[in-house]
């Protein structure tokens, strides 16, 4: 049984930095895709990143391109997500999600069978 728990979330101040993490209690780690999603209230939940089972690849939305870091410990069965020079439209709930068994990084949520319970990114102006 896969379970996902994130961890890292807070208040920070525009232009500062955050860390999340988000670790797998399932043993299908190393065999799956792991990515993270965010939701503002009232969005839709929006795909922020991606990254394959070994590292390989990584996708990226648009509007986090060169802030966000994506990248996994397999060792750790642990998935990170480093946030810099964020901004007030970072401001979400992020939750991280997993997709055994799979090599591509599709963004849909509905493609993603396993999922975090989210923790609060804050960012103040």
């Known amino acids: 049984q896969v379970q996902l728990v994130e961890s890292g979330g807070g208040l920070v101040q525009a232009g500062g930095s955050l860390r999340l993490a988000c670790v797998d209690s399932?043993?299908?780690?190393?065999?799956?895709?792991m990515s993270w999603f965010r939701q503002a209230p009232g969005k839709e939940r929006e795909f922020v990143a991606a990254?394959?089972?070994?590292?390989?690849?990584?996708n990226y939305v648009d509007s986090v391109k060169g802030r966000f870091i994506i990248s996994r410990d397999n060792a750790a069965n642990t998935v990170y997500l480093q946030m810099n020079n964020l901004n007030p439209e970072d401001t979400a709930v992020y939750y991280c999600a997993a997709r055994s068994g799979s090599t591509s990084l599709p963004r849909g949520p509905s493609e993603y069978a396993y999922w975090g319970q989210g923790t609060q990114v804050t960012v103040s102006s």
């Open positions: 990254i394959s089972a070994r590292s390989i690849y990584k």
């Open positions: 399932g043993g299908t780690f190393t065999n799956s895709v």
